[in-house]
């Protein structure tokens, strides 16, 4: 269970379906696109979702902001998408090369010189480690927010994108590459093994598996909570730049006993796809987004006679076919309208409200998503599931999209891409929404973009269109050397780059 699947565990939403489901709010949302339509769709969500990260990323901090436009506070795992947007911006021409070079070497500048240490307060990170949510004012960690694994492994994926992208001959492209590098080799993985703590794992690590988190102030020397990075998850990416570590590097038994302990629990048939299942597709997506899995297998996905980019397609498929059937009876999902992940949603505190004859409850934030173990469905459409995935199955996933847009408008597509998330079935406005706005005819709409959702979006398009992030990091020796210690083989792994 991934740390934010752990956070947002709720109980399972599954109803037994009766009778046929409303269709989307607008004809135009079933309605067939030309191939020059997708093309010209393509580039405009590309373009809308790269000014995002440009426009709204604090320049003298390099903070990208966790959401917009509430804009509470930064997070590292968007400034990580941030510093990828930088360089896929670059190579469409929304900004010059240069441009986006000074910027990336003035963001690696900032997360190189933030402070770092065991303090409570005042501090970005530990350990090379950066707390999963930094104050917009001074980007120290916020709150209680927790030393996280997974967010500094999404940030060190745009830093590594960054070193690999801006390979001129050139001053500040030379220091970004530099500091890339001392970025990435200060950050000591041995620190955040399990065996390092005395509270046993909850979620059945065992020996050296990696923690999800790290806090300071529970007790001497602090803790690292009681979650893993074990089974099926985003946490794939955590565990191969901690391999691929000149200087700290984890060995394969972290592997063994942590994220590939036990995959075979994780594996089933849904709608007559079998893979390896995790019900919010971020799970099946981030740590793609800078690793090209095509064609190359750990020991597992050798048994299984597949790899984990055909495992992911699966999955998207199996989500695409739940919305067309709609076991559940909400309002709009189809085969053309769907996708489920982590997001916002119309009301936190539960709201039974009936829906097509069915008392509902609905949620806020939280880690939406299906599969043959686990349900977690509330009537509320995340556009990212589908952006995320495009290219796994582009032939379902870009014409979802575009109906998304089609049928809302300028409600959900904004100048910055896709809102979050909304919901048909949500159309009680006299209940309202602290998380967005409430149509009696359309329904919720969330108010804000988020940061995590936009990144997966505009990366995975590119890599689709143009595999730039993908060709990118299979030159970056991290990368190749994290995932051969951790036992992949074939495919582009055994050529040069």
Not at 27 to 33: D, F, L, Q
Not at 82 to 104: C, F, N, P, Q
Not at 107 to 124: D, I, K, R
Not at 290 to 299: H, N, Q, S
Request: proline share 5%; aromatic share 12%; charged share 20%.
């Amino acid at each position: 269970m991934s740390a934010r699947f752990a956070a947002f565990a709720v109980p399972l939403l599954a109803l037994t379906a009766c009778g046929p489901a409303a269709m989307p709010p607008s004809p135009a949302a079933a309605r067939p696109h030309s191939p020059a339509a997708k093309t010209a769709f393509a580039e405009d969500l590309s373009l809308r979702t790269f000014r995002y990260f440009w426009e709204t990323t604090d320049t003298q901090r390099c903070l990208a902001p966790d959401r917009w436009p509430s804009n509470p506070f930064s997070s590292i795992a968007a400034t990580g998408f941030a510093l990828t947007a930088y360089g896929i911006g670059a190579e469409r021409g929304y900004v010059s090369r240069e441009d986006a070079a000074a910027r990336t070497r003035d963001c690696l500048e900032f997360y190189w010189n933030a402070p770092q240490g065991p303090a409570v307060s005042g501090t970005a990170g530990h350990k090379g480690f950066f707390y999963h949510f930094l104050t917009n004012e001074d980007g120290t960690r916020r709150g209680q927010t927790e030393l996280s694994t997974v967010d500094t492994s999404l940030l060190l994926g745009g830093v590594l994108f960054a070193q690999s992208y801006f390979d001129r001959d050139d001053a500040v492209e030379a220091e970004i590459r530099d500091l890339a590098e001392k970025i990435y080799r200060r950050v000591d993985w041995t620190f955040v093994q399990r065996e390092n703590s005395a509270i046993p794992s909850a979620n059945g690590g065992s020996g050296k598996a990696i923690v999800m988190g790290w806090y300071p102030e529970r007790g001497e020397g602090g803790d690292f909570g009681t979650h893993d990075w074990v089974g099926y998850n985003e946490g794939m990416l955590v565990y191969i730049l901690a391999a691929g570590s000149p200087t700290h590097p984890i060995d394969k038994d972290a592997w063994n006993t942590g994220w590939a302990a036990d995959l075979e629990k994780d594996w089933g048939d849904y709608y007559g796809h079998e893979h390896l299942q995790f019900e919010p597709l971020f799970g099946h997506q981030y740590s793609h987004v800078w690793v090209d899995f095509r064609g190359i297998r750990d020991e597992f996905m050798r048994s299984k006679g597949i790899d984990y980019f055909e495992n992911s397609r699966r999955a998207t498929l199996s989500q695409q076919a739940y919305g067309a059937d709609n076991p559940n009876d909400w309002i709009g999902y189809s085969g053309d309208m769907w996708g489920w992940t982590a997001s916002d949603g119309p009301t936190g505190a539960g709201n039974g409200r009936e829906v097509n004859g069915k008392s509902r409850e609905f949620l806020g934030y939280a880690a939406r998503g299906v599969s043959a173990e686990r349900v977690v469905d509330d009537g509320t459409i995340v556009p990212t599931a589908a952006g995320g995935s495009i290219p796994f199955a582009p032939e379902v996933t870009i014409p979802a999209l575009m109906n998304m847009r089609d049928a809302y408008g300028d409600a959900l597509y904004t100048r910055y891409g896709f809102k979050d998330a909304f919901n048909p079935s949500y159309t009680f406005t006299d209940a309202g929404s602290t998380t967005g706005t409430v149509d009696p005819e359309h329904g919720w709409i969330a108010g804000d973009h988020l940061g995590i959702d936009q990144g997966p979006i505009l990366a995975m398009m590119e890599n689709y269109r143009t595999e730039l992030v993908w060709l990118t990091m299979r030159k970056n020796p991290h990368i190749r050397r994290g995932l051969e210690r951790l036992g992949f083989t074939g495919g582009w792994l055994e050529k040069s780059e």
